[in-house]
């Protein structure tokens, strides 16, 4: 195409609309023939199309919630029972957590005989380092199904290279020789930042069922540990809300989606602009909703800038939430290395980014307590 300079009728240079072309990551997913499901949440990961995936085998389908575009990927795979994927290693870092099913997960690195291995079942979580070759074995009869997160798309869109990529005989990470890579967390660590509950492991045997330490962040009873895994390039954290009760609401950039992993519960979202209390302020049109039940999930900030997202548990057991962020970005917040920064439970008046529950918008309670209602549970909100 040819340049045409700004005229006197038309000021300007170039078109006032246009479309995104898709990024390397991007065409890698296309290119991979699975179905690419899109959106700012999803009700049940179960009820997602699958289809046969050359690449690893069995049947697979991207998930590339709204917000998390080349910060971070997601898929779904079924491995069929007694099945296996196809070995791979990448340059990027891959968590998986396990919908369904029990089998086995072979982890080992060029040149080297020695392969780690380690069981898992339904509700499992492990992190397979990068580079490392990885297989996964279906051990039953039935059907697995997975799902995986992973920071290919900013590799993929820097490097554009599937061949450096997929087929580098760097060695990133040493599996430690006596074999105990994959040992389940022991103890409960403070985080060296914040001293929050924190996890060194790459295996989580029961996200689903594991006691939770006390909290209080979110919303009273709050629990919450975050496992560090791998070389810690993939954040993740698991929550619980009680039953009866719901999360204050709190705003940062995109990044986090939150995967129901028990329970049942919604999310409200939405842009900062839109100001604390959109529905008494005529907002209430940019406000986004996602119901999800167990496994569902939901981006936490699905457009550019700070989004609020404030999450209700309507389960008679409350609601756990798995929150995945591969990008990373929302271990310590934001902000310039060694600034001062405010933890996010404080109140937006006091500098933070939570609106206490005194101060948001009526609707929000009146909701939820008809949510409840509903379902015959009583709110057990202060
Ligand atoms: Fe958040």
Same mark, same amino acid.
């Given at each position: 195409m040819t340049f045409v300079a700004p005229t006197e009728e038309k000021t300007y240079a170039g078109t006032t609309t246009y479309r995104r072309p898709a990024r390397p990551y991007e065409r890698f997913m296309q290119e991979q023939d699975i179905p690419v499901h899109r959106g700012?949440?999803?009700?049940?990961?179960?009820e997602l199309e699958l289809r046969p995936w050359a690449r690893l085998g069995g049947n697979a389908a991207f998930i590339q919630p709204d917000g998390t575009?080349?910060?971070?990927?997601?898929?779904?795979?079924?491995? &069929?029972?007694?099945?296996t994927t196809n070995q791979e290693r990448h340059l990027y870092e891959e968590l998986f957590f396990v919908i369904e +099913?029990?089998?086995? #997960?072979?982890?080992?690195? *060029?040149?080297?005989?020695?392969?780690?291995?380690?069981?898992?079942?339904?509700?499992?979580?492990?992190?397979i380092p990068p580079n490392a070759f990885h297989r996964i074995v279906n051990g039953s009869a039935d059907r697995a199904l997975l799902l995986a997160g992973n920071n290919a798309p900013p590799i993929m869109n820097i490097f554009k290279s599937e061949s450096f990529i997929f087929d580098n005989p760097a060695r990133l990470v040493d599996l430690a020789a006596d074999g105990d890579y994959y040992r389940p967390p022991e103890d409960i660590l403070a985080d060296p930042v914040r001293g929050r509950a924190m996890w060194r492991t790459n295996l989580v045997p029961d996200v689903v069922d594991v006691d939770l330490p006390l909290d209080n962040e979110r919303s009273p009873g709050y629990?919450?540990?975050?496992?560090?895994?791998? #070389?810690?390039?993939? @954040?993740? @954290?698991?929550g619980q809300h009680e039953p009866g009760r719901y999360s204050k609401?709190?705003?940062?950039?995109?990044?986090?989606?939150?995967?129901?992993?028990? +329970?049942?519960?919604? #999310?409200?979202?939405? &842009? $900062?602009?839109?100001?604390?209390?959109?529905?008494? #302020?005529? %907002? *209430?049109?940019?406000?986004?909703?996602?119901?999800?039940?167990?496994?569902?999930?939901?981006?936490?900030?699905?457009?550019?800038?700070d989004w609020y997202h %404030?999450?209700?548990?309507?389960?008679?057991d409350?609601? $756990?939430?798995?929150?995945?962020?591969?990008?990373g970005r929302s271990y310590y917040g934001w902000g310039a290395p060694g600034e001062e920064l405010i933890a996010s439970r404080v109140s937006v008046q006091q500098g933070g980014r939570s609106i206490d529950y005194e101060d948001e918008d009526p609707h929000i309670r009146r909701e939820y307590v008809r949510q409840l209602e509903r379902r015959g549970i009583a709110s057990r909100m202060p």
């Amino acid at each position: 195409m040819t340049f045409v300079a700004p005229t006197e009728e038309k000021t300007y240079a170039g078109t006032t609309t246009y479309r995104r072309p898709a990024r390397p990551y991007e065409r890698f997913m296309q290119e991979q023939d699975i179905p690419v499901h899109r959106g700012i949440g999803v009700r049940d990961v179960r009820e997602l199309e699958l289809r046969p995936w050359a690449r690893l085998g069995g049947n697979a389908a991207f998930i590339q919630p709204d917000g998390t575009d080349g910060q971070w990927g997601m898929f779904v795979i079924e491995v &069929p029972g007694r099945g296996t994927t196809n070995q791979e290693r990448h340059l990027y870092e891959e968590l998986f957590f396990v919908i369904e +099913g029990r089998g086995t #997960t072979e982890v080992w690195l *060029e040149g080297s005989r020695r392969v780690q291995r380690f069981e898992w079942g339904a509700g499992s979580m492990f992190a397979i380092p990068p580079n490392a070759f990885h297989r996964i074995v279906n051990g039953s009869a039935d059907r697995a199904l997975l799902l995986a997160g992973n920071n290919a798309p900013p590799i993929m869109n820097i490097f554009k290279s599937e061949s450096f990529i997929f087929d580098n005989p760097a060695r990133l990470v040493d599996l430690a020789a006596d074999g105990d890579y994959y040992r389940p967390p022991e103890d409960i660590l403070a985080d060296p930042v914040r001293g929050r509950a924190m996890w060194r492991t790459n295996l989580v045997p029961d996200v689903v069922d594991v006691d939770l330490p006390l909290d209080n962040e979110r919303s009273p009873g709050y629990r919450r540990v975050e496992p560090h895994m791998a #070389t810690d390039a993939f @954040f993740c @954290f698991i929550g619980q809300h009680e039953p009866g009760r719901y999360s204050k609401a709190h705003r940062h950039p995109s990044g986090a989606v939150l995967i129901c992993v028990k +329970g049942e519960g919604y #999310t409200y979202t939405w &842009p $900062r602009e839109a100001g604390p209390r959109p529905w008494e #302020t005529g %907002q *209430e049109h940019l406000v986004k909703r996602q119901e999800y039940v167990s496994v569902g999930m939901v981006s936490a900030a699905p457009g550019g800038g700070d989004w609020y997202h %404030q999450h209700f548990a309507t389960g008679a057991d409350g609601v $756990r939430l798995l929150v995945w962020d591969g990008s990373g970005r929302s271990y310590y917040g934001w902000g310039a290395p060694g600034e001062e920064l405010i933890a996010s439970r404080v109140s937006v008046q006091q500098g933070g980014r939570s609106i206490d529950y005194e101060d948001e918008d009526p609707h929000i309670r009146r909701e939820y307590v008809r949510q409840l209602e509903r379902r015959g549970i009583a709110s057990r909100m202060p």
